[in-house]
């Protein structure tokens, strides 16, 4: 039985096929700059240990589906033969609301649902319908869909949590609120924690940390609190997002500089965060090959290191009790020095580093000291497989 994940961008589209429910990877690849004059398909046969590699003008996402359709079902570097070989697709959509505590089936009304969240999620939420509806159009109609949203896991953090200070009517009118983003992958990461460490319901701090980043606080498999807010602007610095701030900080530019609340979103989501404090980069590996060189490289990487630590201060006041904390995503993962910065002066809290362990931590790996109260782990998020197997689970099992 094989489920096909789909992550469907503005300008790109991102699949795995799994064979389920041993959730093991047939095939997968990566279709970027749809719609501009030469667009981009990396696709690999797992199995078959093929690759190819095509460029060519792919005019929207419809045509792009139909292109990875063809792929799929190549005789070279295809691994079925016929799309009736695909028993259901997982869809990741960015934004639920609070309409979504959970993956579901796709209907008409969770159509609805996802375009009335469009607003919240302008650059997302329409990405993710073009991809859906692509599917709808070539895959056979009784082809079973899982819509997977990134806030889902976040609809347990109690109102006083997720509300703003701020008059009540607007989230009463508009839904204004903190929603928390990158939910796959931090319920997957905390189900793979309490696996290894043989702990069900525990209490985690989960640091999802690339170029977008948030932190979670999971009280016995519900999450109680997150950085990201109603966008995933609040919270940490990011690659390019600036994070939590004074909110007059932008009244005050928009002001000074005559700029539109357009410009000033561009400037708070696309030019602010590492790149804008560094004006290097915003590749954290590009951060550390200048920090020596550059005060503002190693500014931006310590602000990054500082905001994360703040956040696990606070989490743990919130948490009580901590079993663990979680590093994931393309830094949390693979940049031990960062992982090390972070948890720096922390001893007295229980959080207790091993530096051999941390510098050799891959894949899934602890990295405490022995005895240390708050283990330390890394553990590779896998958002993809999570999303297969809610699709096996809900529509197919």
Do not use: W
Not at 178 to 205: D, L, Q
Not at 232 to 237: D, N, R, T, Y
């Amino acid at each position: 039985m094989n489920v096909l994940v789909i992550n469907s961008g503005s300008s790109s589209i991102k699949y795995q096929l799994f064979s389920m429910p041993e959730a093991k990877v047939l095939a997968k690849g990566l279709l970027e700059k749809i719609g501009e004059e030469t667009s981009a398909l990396k696709h690999t046969a797992v199995e078959k240990n093929k690759e190819k590699k095509l460029e060519q003008r792919v005019a929207n996402h419809k045509d792009g589906m139909a292109l990875i359709f063809s792929l799929l079902t190549d005789k070279d570097v295809g691994v079925i033969s016929d799309m009736k070989e695909i028993s259901g697709v997982g869809h990741r959509v960015v934004h639920g609301g609070e309409a979504f505590n959970k993956s579901s089936l796709l209907t008409d009304e969770a159509i609805k649902e996802i375009e009335k969240y469009s607003d919240l999620s302008p650059l997302h939420n329409p990405a993710g319908l073009q991809g859906i509806r692509a599917c709808q159009e070539i895959l056979p109609k009784d082809t079973k869909m899982v819509l997977c949203f990134d806030t889902s896991f976040h609809q347990t953090i109690p109102e006083h949590a997720y509300l703003y200070a701020i008059p009540h009517e607007y989230y009463d009118k508009y839904k204004i609120r903190r929603y928390g983003f990158h939910g796959t992958s931090h319920k997957y990461v905390y189900g793979e924690f309490c696996k290894v460490v043989n702990k069900p319901n525990a209490n985690v701090i989960v640091c999802h940390l690339g170029n977008g980043a948030s932190v979670t606080a999971v009280k016995e498999g519900k999450s109680v609190d997150t950085s990201m807010g109603l966008t995933p602007l609040e919270g940490l610095v990011m690659g390019t997002r600036s994070g939590d701030m004074d909110p007059a900080v932008a009244t005050f530019i928009m002001a000074k500089e005559n700029l539109s609340p357009k410009d000033m979103d561009n400037i708070l989501n696309k030019k602010s965060g590492l790149l804008g404090i560094s004006g290097v980069s915003n590749d954290m590996r590009n951060l550390e090959e200048e920090k020596s060189k550059n005060t503002r490289a190693a500014l931006a990487i310590k602000m990054f290191c500082y905001r994360i630590k703040k956040y696990i201060g606070s989490y743990m006041a919130v948490l009580g009790h901590v079993d663990g904390i979680v590093f994931t995503g393309g830094i949390g993962e693979n940049a031990p020095e960062i992982r090390g910065q972070i948890l720096e002066g922390m001893e007295e809290l229980g959080i207790k580093v091993d530096s051999a362990k941390n510098s050799k931590a891959r894949g899934c790996a602890n990295f405490e000291k022995d005895g240390a109260p708050i283990k330390l782990y890394v553990i590779a998020t896998d958002e993809e497989k999570a999303i297969a197997t809610d699709t096996y689970n809900i529509a197919l099992k």
